[in-house]
């Protein structure tokens, strides 16, 4: 499984209607995007990726990330094998923590001690009768810890919400060998302030929660800066502007030490698939 490139992110390619969702990835693939990635917001994420799988025949299809809070690892480890050796090996299996906010909302005091959590889930993937290979999966990780541990018991590491500077402290804390295959946020926009308009609240509601908050504070940005969602966070987080704007930014990833860049591209209906948008980019990053 080769990770270059660029890839997408989007939610609605494993949460929308899935006949739809297949249309779209078949047209990604022959677009030349690399990957697709897909969250787990607590629905059938390991279905939706077989609908991906199914759909295409060489793209990586990754979760961007299954919640380990709501899978037992050794099911997780039966889907992985199985989808393998039916698709071929184009599974990327991206694992994370989530937010207290958001696990704690489904089962009341679930998520605690996240570093040991994920380490006893990693444990449960290599106790499997058919375990994910390590070369097969990867972390989600902001952190230096949650780093550390991609780079000794993953192929590498999945930030999101991340700036090429993050991405050049995660390559730094890897060293060469695993991963760094950050996400990126794109608005395609006249100017900032239609930018915001689009961007502007999901950036905010993300920025509440302690993990980006963290992430953000160490790297030098001020509280007031997060709490207010300032131009200089927003110009960080988000690659605004025109194709050029967003191929300049995918750059800096790379030049920073990423080896895949996944793109999120936001539109004003976050609900329809941006698809005149991603054959725009593609026209001009391939």
């Known amino acids: 499984m080769e990770l270059s490139g660029v890839g997408v992110w989007n939610m609605q390619l494993g ?28 629905g059938p994420v390991l279905e939706s990726v077989e609908n991906l799988l199914k759909a295409t025949s060489t793209v990586t299809v990754a979760t961007g990330i299954l919640n380990l809070w709501l899978h037992p690892p050794a099911e997780v480890a039966e889907a992985f094998t199985r989808l393998s050796a039916t698709y071929g090996e184009r599974f990327l299996l991206g694992i ?36 994910v290979p390590v070369a097969a999966r990867v ?3 902001l952190g230096p810890k949650m780093l550390e541990l991609a780079g000794t018991r993953a192929r590498g590491a999945h930030p999101y919400l991340v700036t090429p500077e993050h991405t050049r402290i995660a390559r730094g804390a890897l060293g060469a060998g695993p991963l760094v295959l950050p996400e990126q946020t794109v608005v395609l926009a006249a100017d900032r302030t239609q930018a915001r308009a689009v961007a502007g609240g999901w950036l905010a509601a993300y920025l509440s929660l302690p993990n980006y908050r963290n992430s953000l504070l160490r790297l030098g940005f001020t509280e007031d800066e997060v709490d ?25 990833h790379r030049a920073a030490g990423a080896d895949h860049v996944t793109l999120q591209v936001l539109n004003a209906d976050q609900q329809v698939l941006p698809r005149e948008e991603w054959r725009r980019l593609a026209a001009a990053l391939f």
């Open 15 to 42: 949460n929308g209607d899935a006949g739809e969702a297949a249309e779209a990835a078949a047209e990604l693939e022959e677009l030349g995007y690399g990957a697709l990635w897909i969250p787990d917001i607590g």
């Open 96 to 131: 994370g923590v989530s937010h207290s906010v958001m696990v704690d909302s489904i089962e009341p005091g679930l998520y605690k001690r996240p570093l040991a959590a994920m380490r006893a889930f990693l444990d449960g993937l290599d106790a499997a009768e058919r375990p």
């Open 139 to 141: 972390l989600a990780a």
């Open 228 to 252: 207010s969602t300032s131009d200089r966070v927003f110009d960080a987080l988000i690659a605004w502007g025109d194709e050029d704007a967003v191929r300049t930014r995918v750059q800096e």
